[in-house]
């Protein structure tokens, strides 16, 4: 069941026993030990021969019919339904799929869908496929040196040159832009219009002339981020994703999709509480703390937190499916991951304790606990800081006022020639 062979008939039961006797008969068991597609670990930074590889597999499975399950045909999907795709999700889930590195994730989980929601049919059309088969990794040029937490601000500009568009400027913490095919970019296009309306997205070939790609050692070692700098860089009107100066919505789409919203399968949370922690169980047996009163606390008090959190996951994804993307509603999300996510990190080594700081050279999960507390902060900032989750959940979904703000009617070209005067005594 090729793109171009998409039955629309197909029930769900016949469907299943598809994906389930190809999944079966064309792919290897999955092991539980090697991190899952999009995960932060550096076993999951691949070299570029390893990615050519799992690209092989993507085509692979795009060819059977099982990519782009629910996308439109004209796209290069299959053009049927959700619960098509979420069976797939489910037949699959023993099997080795595709490890495309963190790019992929961003590319699956954010950009495609991003994509589908705002840019037009054309461009659809011709990065779509190519999406699906691997072929194109998409990463996020959307934070600046000088605008994170406030990502309207951003000064990487784009400036109308006939039919072309010249980009200039400079991203930050870019997760995956080593290994990604093509960004998208947020860039200043207005500098009349206030700062929310004068913004548009692009998306940018990495490989072309202008634009260099500089990776970031991070504190565990690994290299996942990433700064770009966009020198007199060459764009069409056939590069311009969703509509002129309209990027602020664009963004806000992402946004939901960035904190985890809006994923097929993600509104049915599995049915019970699961299983006991049990990554934090076999930490206290391998060193042997098992039965110590506190750490069987610890123990229980994650998995309460990590129940709670699959449950509040399913109620955002469902409130989405019904009322449409809603940033603020996935902001629960977000702030759940950074306050939740810090403390299991931290109760991670509570648990094993010293121990869980050293490992053996060779094991490969042995620095999996001291990695994972390393990066506990993490989610409290990347995508949005837990205070700017807050504002987001205060002002759209409980009604609250406004931040005071001085720049947010006035021209953005006023806006940075103010702050660039600013002294600081008005």
Request: charged share 20%; glycine share 12%; hydrophobic share 40%.
């Amino acid at each position: 069941m090729t793109a171009t062979q998409t039955d629309e008939t197909i029930s769900l039961d016949e469907f299943r026993e598809k994906a389930r006797t190809w999944a079966a008969a064309n792919l290897e068991p999955r092991d539980h030990s090697a991190p899952g597609p999009g995960s932060r670990s550096a076993a999951n930074h691949p070299t570029w021969e390893a990615l050519a590889i799992e690209r092989q597999l993507q085509a692979k499975i795009y060819e059977a019919g099982f990519a782009g399950i629910a996308w439109p045909v004209e796209y290069g999907g299959q053009g049927l339904t959700p619960e098509h795709d979420s069976i797939w999700v489910e037949e699959s889930a023993e099997y080795t799929l595709p490890n495309l590195g963190v790019a992929g994730g961003t590319t699956f989980g954010v950009c495609a869908p991003t994509m589908l929601a705002h840019a037009s049919t054309e461009f659809m059309r011709r990065h779509g496929p190519e999406i699906l088969r691997g072929n194109e990794l998409f990463c996020q040029f959307f934070s600046e040196p000088g605008a994170g937490s406030d990502l309207a601000g951003v000064t990487t500009r784009a400036d109308r040159d006939g039919e072309r568009w010249i980009l200039n400027g400079s991203k930050i913490w870019t997760s995956g832009a080593a290994f990604a095919d093509w960004g998208m970019c947020l860039a200043r296009t207005d500098w009349d219009a206030p700062k929310h309306r004068g913004l548009t997205w692009f998306a940018v070939k990495i490989d072309q002339p202008g634009v260099t790609v500089q990776p970031i050692r991070e504190i565990n070692g690994s290299m996942e981020f990433c700064q770009e700098f966009f020198d007199d860089v060459q764009l069409s009107e056939d590069d311009v994703i969703g509509d002129v100066n309209q990027g602020w919505r664009v963004a806000q789409t992402m946004l939901v999709f960035e904190r985890g919203a809006g994923r097929a399968g993600s509104e049915r949370a599995p049915q019970g509480p699961g299983r006991l922690a049990p990554d934090l169980v076999s930490l206290a047996k391998k060193f042997d703390r098992e039965q110590i009163p506190t750490v069987r606390q610890l123990i229980a008090q994650a998995h309460i937190n990590d129940y709670a959190s699959r449950q509040l996951a399913s109620r955002i994804a469902g409130h989405i499916k019904k009322g449409g993307a809603n940033s603020g509603i996935a902001a629960y999300g977000k702030l759940a991951q950074g306050t939740l996510g810090a403390a299991r990190s931290r109760m991670a080594i509570e648990i094993g304790g010293a121990n869980a700081l050293v490992w053996q050279e060779g094991d490969t999960n042995g620095s999996a606990t001291a990695v994972t507390y390393l990066n506990g902060r993490l989610g409290g900032i990347a995508g949005g800081t837990n205070e700017v989750q807050r504002n987001g959940i205060g002002e759209r979904v409980l009604g609250l006022p406004r931040e005071p703000a001085f720049d947010i009617h006035k021209p953005f070209r006023e806006v940075v020639r103010d702050a660039a005067n600013w002294t600081g005594n008005e």
